[in-house]
């Protein structure tokens, strides 16, 4: 085209310009966006007017006519064009920032909705745990409602039993007037009419049954030489059988004498082995040195002084060389224990000092006597404030508050321990 005429450039220019457009109108490039539109903004409202104007009046040449011209079929309407375009950006941006504060609008809600969830979880999470507590608490008064009602089930057929029993013996004697044995038998019965009663008071206020066990464990190591032997031991007025059921467990023989035909029922009923009779009458009639130890819980207060001795000298008999005596009784130098509680059951006689059970024991032939001491009160004792310094008064002051503590915050209960000799008395 070199030799081509500036008309000929021109014309060949529009062609090629007419190709172009169609062509670019045909195959339209996708819009993206890779940047931050705010740079992008500034930038177009810059040259919105770029490509719209031309240099001042000059002479130009054909060729740069043409040239201009052909600049022109693009550039014509760039401003338009830019204007749509920015105006386009800013409506977009616009858009865009209504968005953003709708989305954080709807966030903020989300996470308001998500605390008030987790709010409402936790007091769900409370009330379902309170529930399982109240829920425990009516299962166990269930059970212990079951237990009464068992109780007096066995009460009543206890009670059944006795009338039948005394009808009878007076049906046996019509017409003739009854003998000195069916008088005894009829006074038996009647002396335990009372049993149900005490067996009631022994639940309110001795503890309840898992309670005992778990203090009566205690003793097991006074015992466990006896284990899987032929010396059984002897539980004296065992009561609801704590301690029987203790030694069981551990594989030690052993059976329980009481005078109280409702525990001893209860007792059987529980697999146990418990003899209905008066404990000193019992052990008179075992043979001398055949038992591994004689235990009494919460006996020995309910007995005069030369019933105790007769006692203790009959559990000492039946005992094998090395035989233990263990008596478990309620600590009056605690003075809540020797001046209130003591007297709460009324079978109880008077309060034993744990120095003469001491004394006793030893009197009557026993060795190695032992006291202890045993469950302490859960109440707050007194404390001394910390003295600065070491002084005859701060010295005194501990001591009184030392004996404070033991007189009302003391043990509650003590036990008396010895052991048979070898040697006959």
């Known amino acids: ?28 490039g996708p819009l993206r966006r890779q940047q931050p539109i705010e740079p992008f903004l500034e930038t177009a409202d810059r040259h919105k007017e770029a490509g719209t104007r031309l240099p001042g009046p000059s002479r130009m040449s054909a060729l740069k ?33 209504e968005v953003r504060a709708d989305l954080d609008r709807r966030l903020g809600s989300s996470q308001a909705a998500l605390a008030s969830t987790d709010l409402t979880l936790e007091q769900t999470r409370s009330a379902v745990d309170r529930l399982e507590e109240r829920l425990l608490d009516l299962r166990n008064l269930l059970a ?6 068992a109780a007096d089930r066995t009460d009543l057929l206890n009670l059944r039993s ?36 005490y067996k009631q008071l022994e639940d309110r206020f ?68 418990v003899r209905v009779g008066d404990a000193i009458d019992h052990l008179e009639s075992v043979p001398e040195g055949s038992v591994g130890a004689v235990t009494g819980f919460h006996v020995a207060e309910h007995l005069e002084f030369p019933v105790l001795v007769r006692l203790i000298d009959a559990a000492r008999r039946v005992l ?3 035989g233990v005596l263990i008596f478990e009784t309620p600590n009056p130098t605690n003075v809540i224990v020797g001046s209130a509680s003591f007297y709460m059951d009324p079978t109880h006689r008077n309060p034993l000092h744990p120095q003469f059970m001491e004394f006793l024991l030893g009197a009557r032939g026993f060795a190695d006597v032992e006291v202890r001491y045993l469950h302490p009160s859960d109440e707050q004792a007194f404390v001394l404030p910390v003295a600065k310094e070491a002084t005859a008064e701060h010295d005194a002051m501990s001591r009184i508050v030392e004996h404070l503590n033991w007189a009302f915050f003391g043990p509650l209960d003590y036990a008396v321990i010895g052991r048979r000799t070898s040697a006959p008395a």
């Open 320 to 322: 094998r060389p090395g």
């Open 65 to 97: 006519q043409a040239v201009i011209r052909i600049a022109r079929l693009y550039t014509v309407e760039q401003a338009t064009f830019n204007q749509a375009v920015l105006s386009a950006l800013l409506e977009l941006n616009v858009g865009l920032n």
């Open 162 to 197: 006795r009338v039948d029993m005394l009808l009878e013996e007076a049906r046996r004697r019509l017409p003739e007037p009854l003998d000195p044995g069916q008088l005894k038998t009829f006074a038996d019965q009647l002396n335990g009419k009372l049993d149900p009663l």
């Open 1 to 28: 085209m070199v030799d081509s005429t500036p008309s000929e450039v021109v014309s060949y220019m529009d062609e090629v310009t007419g190709r172009a457009l169609g062509q670019r109108a045909a195959t339209p």
């Open 206 to 273: 001795r503890g309840s049954r898992e309670e005992i066990i778990e203090l009566q464990r205690a003793y097991v190591g006074d015992v466990a030489d006896l284990k899987g032997g032929a010396a059984p031991v002897v539980d004296i007025g065992c009561g609801r059988g704590e301690w029987l059921e203790v030694l069981k467990d551990n594989g030690i023989p052993a059976y329980g004498v009481d005078i109280n035909a409702t525990f001893a029922e209860q007792n059987q009923a529980r697999g146990l082995d």
């Open 144 to 149: 212990a409602s079951n237990e009464h009602r």
